[in-house]
């Protein structure tokens, strides 16, 4: 009796304490619920893989947009343990990349696990911003932006351009492309970036075309790494990674070789001038940067000791992102619109005819003449639309918690921008799989800025070369325009813009072009 009397205070504690366990349990439960309950609306997955076994690896792109019809604009997913938010609406896209808390790059293994947050493309924070900084003020001080004058970057584009159509009017078969645009496109980025260009035979220069096209590739297939670390100890993806990295470190070791070059060549004009050489008077000259590079080294200088961030291998990794993400994307964008030319014969009638006028015998127009041509403008847009090359944008990640639509988005979410959707929505474009250069025409004929138009996605973090693809791809197309007649060689063999290749960019199957000779106008 007494052990049972002595018993009941205590039970009645341990009941108590039960009690308030199981209470604050259902108060976290129901919080949890009520979180749950916030968040966008999305399928339900698989532990530990989310919903990643119902994406087609071969159209993502298409996978995620059938979703868009079943939750709406905005929806959220697991992609094996990263959490996606996707959002498929241009005002919603821009409202929420223009916010400081979504400059942040998704938690990703290749870009935190393998690039190790350095370089542009996957910094975050300060590194980040005094980067780009830098890279946008080396474009703007270089004319890129529409300030009147596009500086010394368009003789040089024209020039790599003129080369192009040369070496076309020398074939008289069918052309595969994709290897004249590599060399003279990432000829248009060394320029930039190192102050140079190849010449296609050299050595160095094939291994690093080399490297760039595995590399894209295997980026391409290595997307499920992304979101399973783990998969790394698999064969097929052990020597993805190791591709991956051993070649990070080839490139870095050629790009510092450039580098070191470029540091000598300053020294030696730097005494040549103090020698009173009349040949190296023109100070200012020598003190405007003259490519990527060149300003590095010049800021490198005036920062003295305390360079901070701006350190030899974050300038690798600048370089590395500022030609990958150039070429690949360029390359693409001028594969299609090229592509489109041959498909479409009575739009590629109709830029002719506007580029004779304009030219008047010309073999080439500048960048000023632009506004005078607007159907050529329009048409390398509905390009960029119609085959968007980058379907599923850049994601961003969030390092706060923040709304967007009302719904609740949980810090270290990832941010998937669908610009396929919103190139492809019919509310927006209706008969969106036409190319229709005149959707991008107001009524009196002049270029047109449409609001669902993001090809270089938006906001904060938008694109830092969309004014120098726009360039190259003006220049490179007009000139091509102005003296051959595009034609596909096989009509038969299918169109191949069906079934596109989805890696890295979205590219349209192998082709080949003829280039036919016009009569000079
Ligand atoms: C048609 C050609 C191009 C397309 C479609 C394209 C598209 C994009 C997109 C969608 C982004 C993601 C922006 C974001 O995260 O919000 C991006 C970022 C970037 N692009 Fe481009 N791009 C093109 C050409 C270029 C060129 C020519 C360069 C270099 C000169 C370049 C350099 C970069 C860099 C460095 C970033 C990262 C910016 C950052 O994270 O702050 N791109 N591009």
């Known amino acids: 009796m007494t052990s049972l009397h002595s018993s009941w205070p205590d039970t009645g504690l341990a009941g108590t304490l039960v009690a308030a366990t199981l209470l604050l349990a259902l108060l976290r439960i129901l919080?949890?619920?009520?979180?749950?309950?916030?968040?966008?609306?999305?399928?339900?997955?698989?532990?530990?893989?989310?919903?990643?076994?119902?994406?087609?690896?071969?159209?993502?792109?298409?996978?995620?947009?059938?979703?868009v019809e079943k939750y709406g604009r905005v929806y959220s997913l697991k992609m094996g343990g990263v959490s996606v938010v996707v959002i498929a609406d241009p005002d919603l896209i821009r409202e929420t990349f223009n916010q400081k808390i979504t400059t942040g790059r998704a938690p990703l293994y290749l870009t935190h696990g393998i690039m190790k947050g350095y370089g542009l493309i996957c910094a975050e924070g300060d590194l980040w911003r005094d980067h780009r900084k830098f890279v946008l003020g080396f474009m703007r001080h270089h004319g890129m932006k529409n300030t009147g004058s596009r500086g010394a970057m368009e003789p040089r584009i024209h020039e790599v351009g003129a080369q192009l159509t040369k070496e076309l009017a020398q074939e008289s078969e069918g052309v595969d492309i994709s290897g004249k645009l590599m060399h003279h496109v990432g000829n248009t980025m060394n320029q930039l970036i190192f102050g140079f260009t190849y010449k296609e035979d050299d050595g160095?220069?094939?291994?690093?075309?080399?490297?760039?096209?595995?590399?894209?590739?295997?980026?391409?297939?290595?997307?499920?790494?992304?979101?399973?670390?783990?998969?790394?100890?698999?064969?097929?993806?052990?020597?993805?990674?190791s591709f991956i990295t051993d070649n990070q470190r080839k490139t870095h070791a050629e790009y510092q070789k450039i580098i070191s070059a470029h540091e000598e060549d300053l020294l030696r004009e730097a005494a040549a001038q103090a020698a009173g050489d009349e040949t190296s008077s023109d100070d200012e000259a020598k003190d405007t940067p003259r490519h990527i590079v060149d300003a590095y080294v010049k800021k490198r200088r005036q920062l003295g000791e305390n360079v901070g961030s701006f350190t030899y291998k974050q300038l690798h990794h600048v370089a590395a992102d500022l030609f990958g993400a150039g070429s690949e994307t360029t390359i693409t964008t001028l594969k299609w619109h090229l592509l489109n030319m041959a498909l479409f014969p009575d739009i590629q009638t109709?830029?002719?005819?506007?580029?004779?006028?304009?030219?008047?015998?010309?073999?080439?127009?500048?960048?000023?003449e632009g506004e005078d041509l607007p159907f050529t403008q329009a048409a390398i847009m509905e390009s960029q639309r119609l085959r968007s090359v980058v379907p599923l944008g850049i994601p961003h990640g969030v390092s706060q918690e923040l709304r967007v639509a009302g719904y609740r988005v949980p810090r270290d979410t990832m941010i998937l921008p669908l610009l396929w959707f919103v190139h492809h929505n019919p509310d927006t474009w209706p008969d969106p799989e036409l190319y229709r250069p005149e959707r991008f025409l107001d009524t009196e004929g002049r270029v047109l800025k449409h609001p669902a138009f993001m090809p270089f996605q938006t906001g904060r973090r938008r694109c830092i070369g969309d004014e120098f693809a726009m360039m190259i791809m003006f220049i490179f197309t007009t000139r091509i325009l102005l003296k051959f007649r595009i034609k596909l060689e096989d009509?038969?063999?299918?169109?191949?813009?069906?079934?596109?290749?989805?890696?890295?960019?979205?590219?349209?199957?192998?082709?080949?072009?003829?280039?036919?000779?016009?009569e000079s106008k």
């Open 31 to 67: 919080q949890w619920v009520r979180l749950c309950w916030e968040m966008p609306p999305g399928p339900w997955g698989l532990p530990l893989v989310g919903y990643l076994p119902w994406i087609d690896p071969r159209a993502p792109h298409l996978t995620l947009t059938n979703l």
């Open 204 to 241: 160095t220069w094939r291994w690093l075309r080399y490297l760039l096209e595995e590399g894209t590739k295997l980026v391409g297939i290595a997307g499920p790494l992304n979101f399973l670390p783990c998969l790394r100890y698999l064969p097929q993806y052990k020597h993805i990674f």
């Open 350 to 368: 109709r830029i002719q005819r506007e580029l004779d006028e304009r030219a008047k015998g010309r073999d080439y127009v500048t960048l000023g």
């Open 491 to 518: 009509e038969l063999k299918g169109d191949p813009s069906q079934e596109p290749v989805c890696g890295i960019t979205l590219s349209p199957r192998p082709f080949k072009l003829v280039f036919e000779p016009r």
